[in-house]
């Protein structure tokens, strides 16, 4: 889809002096970060722009993305990576981090969101800053205002802050260094009448204050709306032609994206305007699994100065549109040999508040020591994660279990929340065998679909393949072929069924006395 350079070289006799630097490309594909990655907030530092992510009961928190083109991505870092900026006591996909907000002024980067079940005394919102995007992040400065979605919008070297407290849009002034508000909370925006107006974003464009917000809630209905002033306290005037974004109406019935909302807006380096905002992809009978995930859409104004989303108001999987020239994709096919590493990479999520004692890199592989804490447990087991960014796919993974008291479990969690999640994994047997076993948790049903028994100390290799409406698992011991073991249905672990505000991770996990040895897991997308 992509006009190459050498392409234009090839048709233009290899002179690439006019197109250098004029934009030259056309084409994407949505979602633009698959996967768990809800709530993107953007901001642009000359040709660098960087995204943001909510993560909830998940450490470290706030993915952090750089990127060139807004289309490919690349983790930096976590913006939340130490437990003093990051309390997760009893968090579930409810609660925690809830969606941030990135901006940068003068200097610094500012990134602004809510810790909900663990916050400082009556405060939820808290702000942190970095003069390097990669870290380290400050320690969290609280704020007064309450409510979801905190942004700030800097003009003239003050500090508008809006987030919503009480049903609508609240602005005051705070101090960006200290956190104090200067000025009492003003309700400017009620929104269009949409439930839950929230995801406030302040821009300036051509003497006006715009003002996007998402009503709906975040589910099916979701949308994104705007309004806008001359004074940044209001009133705003509504645009005639809301929502901006919204996939409820027939022209999108069928798409293969729903629940569009929660959208930040950027100006590329070439004055083009984007948007990035989330939604999902219904995978079973409208359940959907991946969580919600970062889109991008191109934004135009129209002659009343009012942004235009993708012509329509829709997105698609494919974009034909122009974009930012590009820089090249990475493949998403993740092989992770354990005994190579010494750490995990920034994609890697733990739940709640880790203890990084039981997580070892070792010459075995990746060795995870069990604790009391089990799959189920709200405290935090020792488990080991990547998000679900696909709806087919497939992961494969070689352990052991070694040292193992009766009801240890070393093995892989598909996990969705701690009510929710199926997990195939060796147990040790009060005989001191071992078997291999394929349970589900889901709510207050729970059981075995399958036990094998194994031999005790030997490596298995398990295979999980994702498809739109199961998982099946099959595993080889001794490098036989593959043997399944059955199929669980994927609609019990979608968010509409689970509930809460995440998707699915997959990884390693141990629990009970043992030690988990893991030599490999991969993860492939499928074509
Ligand atoms: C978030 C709110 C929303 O804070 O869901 O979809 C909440 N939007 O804006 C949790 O992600």
Not at 140 to 149: A, E, F, N
Request: with cysteine; hydrophobic share 35%; charged share 15%.
């Amino acid at each position: 889809m992509t006009i190459t350079k050498r392409l234009l070289a090839a048709l233009t006799g290899g002179c690439l002096c006019i197109a250098a630097s004029a934009q030259i490309d056309r084409g994407y594909q949505n979602p633009i970060i698959p996967g768990m990655y809800p709530d993107p907030s953007v901001c642009r530092v000359g040709n660098d722009y960087y995204l943001v992510n909510s993560t909830f009961q998940y450490f470290p928190g706030v993915p952090i993305f750089h990127s060139n083109d807004l289309i490919h991505w690349n983790q930096i870092g976590n913006v939340l990576d130490r437990p003093s900026q990051l309390p997760l006591k009893n968090a579930n996909a409810w609660l925690g981090i809830y969606a941030p907000t990135i901006r940068y002024n003068n200097g610094t980067y500012y990134m602004v969101t809510s810790n909900i079940g663990n916050s400082n005394g009556t405060k939820s919102n808290f702000f942190v800053t970095a003069t390097d995007p990669a870290g380290p992040w400050s320690e969290p400065i609280w704020l007064d205002q309450g409510g979801i979605d905190p942004s700030f919008y800097f003009e003239d070297g003050k500090c508008y802050f809006t987030s919503n407290p009480d049903i609508g849009i609240w602005l005051c002034e705070i101090d960006p260094k200290t956190g104090e508000q200067l000025t009492e909370s003003k309700l400017i925006w009620e929104g269009t009448g949409g439930r839950h107006p929230e995801a406030p974003h302040i821009y300036k464009k051509d003497g006006y204050y715009y003002l996007v917000i998402a009503e709906g809630g975040t589910e099916m209905g979701h949308m994104v709306t705007i309004a806008r002033s001359r004074d940044i306290y209001g009133p705003y005037e509504v645009n005639p032609d809301n929502p901006i974004l919204y996939h409820q109406r027939k022209i999108t019935q069928a798409s293969p994206i729903q629940g569009t909302g929660h959208a930040d807006l950027v100006q590329a380096a070439d004055g083009s305007w984007w948007m990035v905002c989330l939604a999902f992809r219904p995978q079973i009978n409208g359940m959907h699994l991946t969580g919600r995930e970062t889109y991008l859409a191109p934004v135009e104004w129209n002659a009343d100065g009012w942004p235009v989303v993708n012509g329509n108001g829709t997105i698609s999987i494919d974009m034909d549109v122009p974009t930012l020239p590009q820089t090249p994709a990475k493949s998403r096919e993740a092989v992770y040999d354990f005994a190579r590493m010494t750490g995990f990479g920034h994609e890697w999520v733990h739940l709640r508040n880790p203890h990084f004692e039981n997580y070892r890199f070792t010459s075995r592989g990746l060795e995870l020591t069990g604790t009391s804490a089990t799959m189920t447990s709200i405290e935090s087991p020792t488990f080991a994660a990547l998000r679900q960014q696909d709806i087919d796919f497939a992961l494969t993974s070689t352990f052991s279990m070694i040292d193992a008291s009766p009801g240890a479990e070393a093995g892989i969690s598909i996990y969705m929340d701690v009510t929710s999640h199926y997990d195939l994994f060796i147990r040790e047997n009060a005989d001191s065998t071992q078997s291999l076993v394929l349970s589900y948790q889901l709510h207050s049903i729970s059981g075995n679909k399958a036990i094998v028994p194994l031999p005790a100390g030997e490596n298995v290799t398990v295979k999980i393949d994702g498809k739109d409406d199961r998982y099946t698992f099959s595993y080889s011991t001794g490098g036989a072929e593959f043997t399944t073991l059955g199929s669980l249905d994927t609609r019990f672990l979608s968010t509409e069924t689970a509930g809460g505000f995440t998707g699915v991770t997959i990884g390693a996990f141990a629990s009970g006395h043992c030690t988990g040895i893991f030599r490999n897991l991969s993860y492939t997308p499928a074509k």
